[in-house]
Every structure is written in structure tokens, then in C-alpha cells.
């Protein structure tokens, strides 16, 4: 009995454990299989395919070489290489439906290679085909692979998905064919692809198959996306990372969204299904004839049906092209007749649209539209909140160029961005129009600098756009032939418009500045013989300090009417932030200091004033002070009130009254001063009269004796009578004592 009790309890024990365990506790790890050579990694991939369950690690542990694999079990596959090559020569890594792949480690750590090793392969996908789900970790290459007809030379996305979180995909292309696309990467048949780090390399479409030199419609495209490339319904959202230096011989160097049959209308334009969502990261260095940077396009196309019957387009939710806080620069188009080095929308019907917002465009170069470039009609362009700056056209438009945009819907709309200068060799520095409707903001709310010639305008600031044209250059122009263009704002689609965003020749520049000379408080351009009272002052403000608040005073000189560009220099007045009240007194009498009796009676004053404050001066306890030999009389003080600032108070912030005191003698003693309106510190020069005294004398009973009539005193001769009688007295007591003696 106590055996079943005792096995009783066990199984309750072992139920409650597995009920109180957390289920990840029971959570299969990743069957991990190590392969060192070709066979190995073929019975690995055949074994995962067979499996039902769990997750697999595919290890390298060696360099392999291999004619290609194909992945098709639904469950979780990871290759990590630790620091290997697959080498795939002409082979592939095919990833079905179904399957999901990802090549090294999540968090970086681990470094794959997986190479063709330049090995040419004809008709054939990339070294990654995808129809099901592929991840690309950072520390993976995937590199040289050269095919020669076909989508996709590093890898091809047919209708499943690639996420590339990092890594680099390096020297792959479609070379020599008559279907080269996507040198990098190509995605197509409703495919997704999402680039949120890594590089996209020196990949390459090229040909030099034309479908015009072989009677087909010249409209068809043989080469496009260099780097990128994506049609048939497909996506590409790139969130960050770099496509740089790749090439195509005819549309898209760096990334091309092209339209397939599928998607054109009457053979005259497209309904673009697929989308380019290019939402950071840079696009540079890279070559094709039209649209060297970034290519969206139904007005050239590829003939192959590639298209999806469902379109996926990705994470915009609408066809198109969108840029968004995204660099593109040092892109290089056909010098002779290339459109849209950086930017290039073709034919784009809404609502496949072009968007290009908060971007920087720069250094590219193109025959016309060096930075962006708009062609076809029903094209529909919207370029906000940008900087296009520094671009070049060999021909027209160096910063922007249109064409033949009429239509329903056609147009260009630029707000909110500094389309300046640019350079154009033969017209229209900054924006050129051909048969094309625009809206272009003002041009002095670029707040840019004009950095071109001619020298006269040179570092002005831009305030408008100007006409620039063919035969008339506005770097060119004299003064009185530079035309301001007032249309700006609602540019028709007849004719043409060269345009440059420049400054008036004019116009001068106002500077306010602090003392140091620091342009802080404002700046504005004025027009030559504007009159002084029209000029905008703004009111200087310094910042106190521990001990002085600063209050503007001046200019450094008088605002004058404008001949020519001017600075003005504030200055300011210091003032304490505290003032102080101090007292002293002094000697009326040369010879004579003052005792410590009058210095003990200095006023006090434990007050604070500010600036502006009245200070008046405090009368002493004693206005007399009797001492030894005489007394002291207060005089007053040298005044009686002041009013506290830098003026009246010394270094320090002390506003000081001075009191004078005259010394009397007692045997010299003068008459007080009638002091009845003095009050205290009156300004009177009169001594003050002391109060208790009755004898109406300023020293009381101590008046002097009257004088005899020859002017010797009495009170001398009565002494001098008092002193004889004395001595008389005393001859005559020392007489009769000695007579007292002798009579002895």
C-alpha cells in the first residue's frame, strides 16, 4: 500500500510541475547541422526538407562549393556561415513558396559569403531566387554573379518576399542580353523587397540590344535598375542603407520602377501597379542614360509580361514613386541627351504619382534636369520641403526640367524648397519648362544666398526668380536687361520658360549687430536710396550679468539713408543691478581732522535701490559736537538728494553724500548760524544752532570779557592787583616773625 501511495504522490508531483511550467520550457531548440563540404549540405537541405516540425541551423564549418539549393519545407531555415563561402558558380538558392530562409545571424554576428564567382549563367535567376520568404542579416555578402538574360543578377524576388535588414550585395548584374534588369536586386511578378540597411553595390544592367535597331517598339526597354529594379505589381520599401555606383545602360542607375505590358494602355501610357517607397538612405554614384539616380517610368517599359494578377504594392498603399528624407547625389545621366540624373518620373498618371519630399538633391549631373527631371504627358510631380542645390545640366534645367506635361492632371508643383543655384550650360540654371504646367514657391523664401555670377549679385540674397534665357543669360546680362518673372506661381503649359532664382543687382544688405560685430539681432536687403525712417530697427537686447543689467543706448552710428551695404553696432549702457547709499564727512579746517566723537555719528543706510531710484541724504544724530578745546558744527552736505545711476554713484554702485564740519575754538568762539531752515542736509552753508542753548550765543555761557579803554582787559589788571596784595601780605608775616626771634 504505501508503494502505490508513494507512486500515487510521485505522479501528482510530476502533474503539478508540468502544469506550473512555462510552456517555453517545453519549446524545441533549433536542430543545428554542421556541413564542411558540397554533400553535406545537400543531405542537410534534403533532410529539412522532409521535416514537419521544428527550426534548422545550417552551419558552415568549412568553405563549400555547390551547384545550388532548392528550399521548400515550411519550417524556419537559418545558413550561418562563421566567416565561409558558398560558392555557387552558375547554381542558385532557390526559396519555394512555401519555404522561409535567412542567411546569418539576427544581431550581426556572424559573416556568410555566398559568391558566383563571376561565373556567366544564360536565362538563369540570381544567386538567391525567392518565391517564398528570405532574410538577409548584417555580415552577409552576396556577390559576383554575372548572368546575361534574365531579372535579378544577385537576386531575384518573383513574387515572394526579401527583407535585406543589412549586409552587401556586390558586383552582380545581367550583362549582354536582350532582358536586363535589376543588376543587384529585381523584383517582379507581385514581388516585395525591403531594404532597411546595407549596401547595394557595383551591380550592373547592361546591353546593347536596342528594340528600335530590330523593328520592335521603340518604347521597350532592354536595361534598367542597375541596382534596383521592380515591375509587374511588385514593392521596394528601402528605409535606409546605400545604392551606390551601379549602372544601367538605358533607365534607372541606381533604382528603376518600370511598367510591364500588363499595364499600358493603347500602347500611349501606363497604370503603373508596382511602387518605389524610398524612405531614407542614400542613392549616389550611379550611371545610366535617363534617370541615373531613381527612375519611375510607363512611358518606357519592358516587354516581358511580368506583372501579378494580384499587384502588390507594398507599404505605400498606392503605386508610384515616394521619396522621403532620402540624399541623392553625384548621379551621372547621358551628358548629350540624358534626363533626371537624380530623379527621373516618366508618364506617371495618377494616382501612380511622383512624391519627392524633404529630400536632398545634389552634384547630379545630366543633358537636361540635372537634379530632377519630369517627362510625358498626364505626368504628375509633387516636390516638397527639399534642397536642390548644386546640380548640372549640359543643356537646360540644372536644377529641374519638365517636358511635354499637358494632359489631365499634368503638373509640377515645388513648395517649400531651395531650387537654387544650379548651373545649366546653355539655359535655365534652376528650372526649365517645355510645354509643361508649374507652380514654384517664392524665391526669396528660399532664404538663400545667390552664389553665380554675375559678380554684382554674387552673395546677395536671392529675392526672385529671373529669366535665364538661351540667348540671353541672365550671368550675362546687363543690369537693366535682368528680368524679374512674375509668373512663378502659375506657370502655363505653351511655349518654354528658362528660369534662375537670383538676386537684384540693386540690392544691399542692412546688417544689425552687436558690439563685437556678430550679426544677432537681424539682417534685410534693401534696394538702393531707401530712406533711413523706412529701414526695419530691430531693438538690441545684451543679457545681464552678475553685477550690471545692460540697456541698449545707441547705434555706433546714425541710421542713414541706403547707398550701399552698412552695418550698424549697438551699444549698450551698464547700469548696477543694486545701488548703495554711503556717507563721509570731512574738515572744513586745513589743520584740524575730524575726532572720533563727529565720525561716530556717519549716517547708515541699509537700503536698496535700483536704478532711477531718488536717494535722499540722512541728517546726522548730532549737527554739533563739543569736544576739549571747542566744538564741531555740521555744515551740510555737498547735496541734499540724487537720483541713483551710472553718473552719480561711484565704481561700485554707492551714491555717496559728503558732510562738512567747521571746528570753533572756545576762546574764539563765533556766533552760531541761524540753521531755523535747514532742516538736516539742506544745502545751507549755515551751521546748525543747537536748541538748548538759551544765551542766544553759539556756545552758551562762555561770552568773552569787555575790554579798558586802552584796550588792556580788566580781569588782567585785577589779577595782577589781587597778586601784589598777596605778595605785600606775606613780606609783612615773615617781618614779624623774625622780629619774634630776636626778641627771643
Known amino acids: 500500500m504505501s508503494i502505490i ?10 502533474a503539478l510541475y508540468a502544469l506550473v511550467m512555462p510552456i517555453s520550457a517545453f519549446a524545441a531548440t533549433p536542430t543545428t547541422i554542421e556541413v564542411s563540404n558540397s554533400s553535406e549540405f545537400d543531405n542537410a537541405v534534403a533532410t529539412i526538407n522532409t521535416a514537419t516540425s ?10 563549400i562549393q555547390t551547384g545550388g539549393a532548392s528550399f521548400s519545407s515550411s519550417q524556419p531555415v537559418s545558413i550561418v556561415g562563421n566567416g565561409h563561402t558558398i560558392a555557387l558558380g552558375k547554381g542558385h538558392i532557390y526559396v519555394n513558396t512555401s519555404a522561409q530562409l535567412s542567411l546569418g545571424a539576427a544581431d550581426g554576428s556572424d559573416t556568410l559569403k555566398i559568391s558566383g564567382g563571376n561565373e556567366q549563367s544564360n536565362d538563369e535567376p540570381g544567386l538567391l531566387q525567392i518565391q517564398g520568404t528570405c532574410n538577409m542579416h548584417p555580415g552577409v555578402t552576396i556577390a559576383d554573379r554575372k548572368g546575361n538574360n534574365y531579372f535579378g543578377g544577385g537576386v531575384t524576388v518573383e513574387g515572394g518576399t526579401f527583407h535585406m535588414y543589412g549586409g552587401t550585395i556586390d558586383n552582380c548584374g545581367i550583362t549582354g542580353g536582350s532582358m536586363c534588369y535589376g543588376g543587384g536586386v529585381g ?19 547592361t546591353s546593347p540590344f536596342k528594340w528600335a535597331d530590330a523593328g520592335m517598339n521603340p518604347l521597350w526597354v532592354a536595361s534598367a535598375g542597375g541596382g534596383v529594379f521592380v515591375s509587374g505589381g511588385s514593392s521596394f520599401v528601402m528605409t535606409g542603407g546605400t545604392i551606390s555606383n551601379n549602372k544601367a545602360n538605358e533607365m534607372g542607375g541606381g533604382v528603376a520602377v518600370v511598367a510591364s505590358p500588363n499595364e499600358i494602355e493603347g500602347g500611349r501610357w501606363g497604370k503603373l501597379q508596382s511602387s518605389a517607397q524610398i524612405l531614407g538612405g542614400t542613392i549616389s554614384g550611379n550611371e545610366a542614360n ?25 507599404a505605400a498603399e498606392k503605386p508610384g514613386l515616394f521619396l ?25 498618371k495618377s494616382p501612380a504619382a511622383a512624391e519627392i519630399r524633404d529630400c536632398t538633391i545634389k552634384k547630379n549631373n545630366a543633358a537636361v534636369g540635372g537634379g530632377v527631371a519630369s517627362y510625358g504627358n498626364f505626368t504628375s510631380l509633387t516636390i516638397d520641403g527639399c534642397t536642390i542645390t548644386g546640380n548640372e545640366a549640359t543643356n537646360y534645367g540644372g536644377g529641374f526640367a519638365a517636358e511635354s506635361n499637358s494632359g489631365e492632371g499634368a503638373g509640377t508643383t515645388i513648395t517649400n524648397t531651395k531650387l537654387c543655384n544650379n548651373i545649366a550650360d546653355k539655359a535655365a540654371s534652376d528650372a526649365y519648362l517645355d510645354g509643361s504646367r508649374a507652380k514654384l514657391s517664392a524665391a526669396k523664401c528660399m532664404n538663400e544666398l545667390y552664389l553665380g555670377k554675375p559678380d554684382d549679385v554674387t552673395n546677395k540674397k536671392i529675392d526672385g526668380w529671373y529669366l535665364d534665357n538661351e540667348d540671353s543669360r541672365y550671368a550675362t546680362q546687363a543690369k537693366e536687361q535682368r528680368n524679374e518673372y512674375a509668373n512663378y506661381a502659375s506657370i502655363g503649359s505653351d511655349g518654354k520658360v528658362y528660369l534662375v532664382a537670383a538676386a537684384k543687382p540693386s540690392l544691399v544688405k542692412i546688417t544689425f549687430a552687436n558690439e563685437d560685430g556678430t550679426t544677432i539681432y537681424s539682417e534685410d536687403w ?13 531693438t538690441p537686447t545684451k543679457p545681464s550679468d552678475d553685477k550690471y543689467d545692460y540697456v541698449f543706448d545707441s547705434w555706433h552710428t546714425t ?7 552698412a552695418v550698424y553696432k549697438a551699444q549698450f549702457k551698464k547700469i548696477f543691478k543694486n545701488f548703495s547709499a554711503k556717507y563721509a564727512f570731512n574738515s572744513t579746517s586745513s589743520d584740524k581732522q575730524l575726532p572720533s566723537e563727529v565720525l561716530a555719528v556717519l549716517p547708515k543706510d541699509t537700503n536698496n535701490y535700483v536704478y532711477n531710484d531718488a536717494v ?15 566744538t564741531w558744527i555740521f555744515m551740510g552736505y555737498d547735496r541734499d538728494s540724487a537720483i541713483a545711476d551710472m553718473t552719480t554713484a561711484d565704481s561700485e554702485g554707492n551714491v555717496t553724500f559728503t558732510g562738512s564740519w567747521k571746528f570753533v575754538e572756545k576762546s574764539d568762539t563765533p556766533s552760531a548760524p541761524d540753521n531755523s531752515n535747514q532742516g538736516g542736509a539742506n544745502g545751507s552753508d549755515k551751521p546748525q544752532v543747537n536748541s538748548n542753548d538759551k544765551s542766544g550765543t553759539a556756545l552758551g555761557a562762555d561770552s568773552p570779557s569787555p575790554n579798558t579803554a586802552d584796550g588792556t582787559s580788566v580781569g588782567f589788571c585785577c589779577t595782577f592787583l589781587i597778586a601784589a596784595i598777596v605778595a605785600l601780605g606775606s613780606a609783612v608775616y615773615a617781618n614779624s616773625r623774625i622780629r619774634r626771634r630776636r626778641n627771643y
Open 290 to 314: 535617363d534617370g541615373a539616380g531613381v527612375l519611375s517610368s510607363t512611358y518606357f517599359f519592358n516587354p516581358y509580361g511580368l506583372c501579378a494578377a494580384t499587384p502588390n504594392v507594398g
Open 5 to 14: 501511495r508513494r507512486t500515487l504522490t510521485f505522479v501528482a508531483a510530476l
Open 54 to 63: 521544428g527550426e534548422y541551423i545550417i552551419e558552415l564549418t568549412d568553405d
Open 616 to 630: 535722499n541724504a540722512i541728517t546726522p544724530s548730532q549737527t554739533t559736537v563739543d569736544v576739549a578745546n571747542g
Open 526 to 538: 534693401y534696394e538702393i536710396g531707401t530712406k533711413a525712417d523706412q529701414i526695419t530697427v530691430p
Open 187 to 205: 523584383v517582379a511578378y507581385g514581388g516585395s523587397f525591403t531594404m532597411d540597411g546595407g549596401e547595394i553595390k557595383n551591380c550592373f544592367a
Open 324 to 348: 522621403k528624407n532620402t540624399t541623392i547625389t553625384n548621379n551621372k545621366a547621358n551628358q548629350d541627351e540624358g534626363y533626371g540624373a537624380g530623379v527621373l518620373a516618366m508618364k506617371m
Open 559 to 565: 541710421i542713414e539713408d541706403v547707398t550701399g551695404d
